[in-house]
């Protein structure tokens, strides 16, 4: 992947090539920030940078041997670990490796920005929780101990470090401290939190930052044909989220259809109309499937995001379109400092409900419930 091809993040990607020039490529980085900012994206084009023979100032060749091999994925040198588990075919003993070739496919197809749900539905492991375990340790540790095979650096990344068990993370400790000589960890998570200290402790950290709203527009302008309007209502609502905004500039009727659904159901829940919040599980929630149903929840939380906004005098920091926007300026007072971690925790534990496969018309019967008080206290 070359930097150019990479959506915003200018300053940083000068900062990547800059250590490269300057010989100061440390070999453990830990990339963290939010989903869809482009932190796997980053980590490509600087492994394909760092091993081009013919790079420019700014941005590796994308035509030299080397390039063509790592826009592939497949380079002798580059090394790749992520959270697996058990499905149809392979039913034990999961491990990154037997899963690479879907990976590449995966990885190529949404052109880097990848999602941990999206990632888990392709390999159709059904509701188990994907991990990085002691296997995938195994294997990387026996890879980076040969010799590079063509570039100067041997680079393994490591997707969602979060899902590193306790074994594996034990087991790299070493390697990640002293590896090899020209070898380079990069590490990619989401939630530094979740990370062990002693992995976060031995890497450099590269921020990656959500990104911005115009440079979220302009790329939708520019790589889906979006008008100016439609790019613009997109980009606001994913929040600096790539991955959302792809979705919500390519399927506007869900972002809509997300709207009016939960429009009415606060609605119902703020009212306590027990009988008409059960039709509209029944009827609109549950028939949205799976992954809909998990979208519809983060579009909640945006929403009650966008009241905080609203109720601490910062309007012109709401980025909704015009009617949404509307409906939150008027829904902002009943969310309030009382109430707003007890309505997004239940939001969040929901989605996470959700993707363990729980029962949609019990999760969504609970949340109005529970809505019809939260939305009481002041």
């Known amino acids: 992947m070359l930097f150019a091809d990479i959506i915003g993040h200018e300053d940083l990607k000068k900062r990547l090539i800059q250590s490269v020039k300057e010989s100061r490529v440390s070999h453990a980085q830990l990339f963290i920030g939010p989903e869809g900012s482009g932190k796997m994206p980053l980590a490509l084009a600087y492994a394909q940078y760092i091993n081009c023979t013919n790079r420019s100032e700014s941005d590796s060749c994308g035509v030299c041997p080397s390039?063509?091999?790592?826009?592939?994925?497949?380079?002798?040198?580059?090394?790749?670990?992520?959270?697996?588990?058990?499905?149809?075919?392979?039913?034990?003993?999961?491990?990154?490796?037997?899963?690479?070739?879907?990976?590449?496919?995966?990885?190529?197809?949404?052109?880097?920005?990848?999602?941990?749900?999206?990632?888990?539905?392709?390999?159709?492991?059904?509701?188990?929780?994907?991990?990085?375990?002691?296997?995938?340790?195994?294997?990387?540790?026996?890879?980076?101990?040969?010799?590079?095979?063509?570039?100067?650096?041997?680079?393994?990344?490591?997707?969602?470090?979060?899902?590193?068990?306790?074994?594996?993370?034990?087991?790299?400790?070493?390697?990640?401290?002293e590896p090899p000589e020209k070898t380079l960890f990069i590490l990619i998570a989401e939630n530094q939190e979740e990370l062990l200290s002693t992995i976060r402790s031995r890497c450099v950290m590269v921020k990656v930052p959500k990104l911005g709203l115009q440079e979220t527009q302009s790329a939708l302008v520019q790589r889906f044909g979006c008008s100016e309007q439609e790019a613009y209502d997109a980009a606001a609502l994913s929040n600096g989220n790539w991955i959302m905004a792809q979705h919500y500039a390519q399927d506007h009727e869900d972002e809509q259809l997300y709207a009016n659904i939960f429009q009415k159901w606060m609605r119902y829940c703020f009212?306590?109309?027990?009988?008409?919040?059960?039709?509209?599980?029944?009827?609109d929630i549950k028939p949205l499937g799976r992954e809909k149903q998990k979208e519809f929840l983060e579009y909640g939380l945006n929403i009650f995001h966008n009241s905080l906004l609203f109720n601490n005098n910062m309007p012109d920091d709401v980025m909704l379109p015009a009617d949404e926007k509307n409906f939150t300026k008027?829904?902002?007072?009943?969310?309030?400092?009382?109430?707003?971690?007890?309505?997004?925790?239940?939001?969040?534990?929901?989605?996470?409900?959700?993707?363990?496969?729980?029962?949609?018309?019990?999760?969504?019967?609970?949340?109005?419930?529970?809505?019809?008080?939260?939305?009481?206290?002041?």
Request: hydrophobic share 45%.
């Open 67 to 177: 390039c063509r091999k790592f826009m592939s994925l497949t380079h002798p040198d580059l090394h790749f670990v992520f959270p697996t588990a058990t499905n149809k075919e392979v039913k034990q003993n999961p491990e990154s490796d037997l899963f690479i070739t879907d990976w590449r496919e995966y990885l190529i197809d949404c052109q880097g920005y990848v999602d941990l749900s999206d990632w888990f539905n392709k390999l159709d492991i059904e509701n188990k929780q994907g991990i990085i375990n002691v296997r995938d340790a195994a294997t990387i540790m026996r890879k980076l101990s040969f010799k590079a095979y063509e570039s100067e650096y041997k680079i393994a990344i490591i997707w969602m470090a979060e899902k590193l068990n306790v074994q594996s993370a034990n087991k790299l400790l070493k390697l990640i401290e």
């Open 271 to 283: 009212k306590g109309a027990v009988s008409e919040f059960i039709d509209m599980v029944a009827n």
């Open 330 to 378: 008027n829904f902002a007072p009943f969310i309030n400092i009382r109430n707003v971690s007890q309505i997004c925790e239940l939001f969040e534990e929901s989605i996470n409900q959700i993707e363990r496969n729980a029962n949609a018309s019990i999760v969504f019967l609970d949340n109005s419930f529970k809505m019809s008080k939260l939305l009481r206290i002041k």
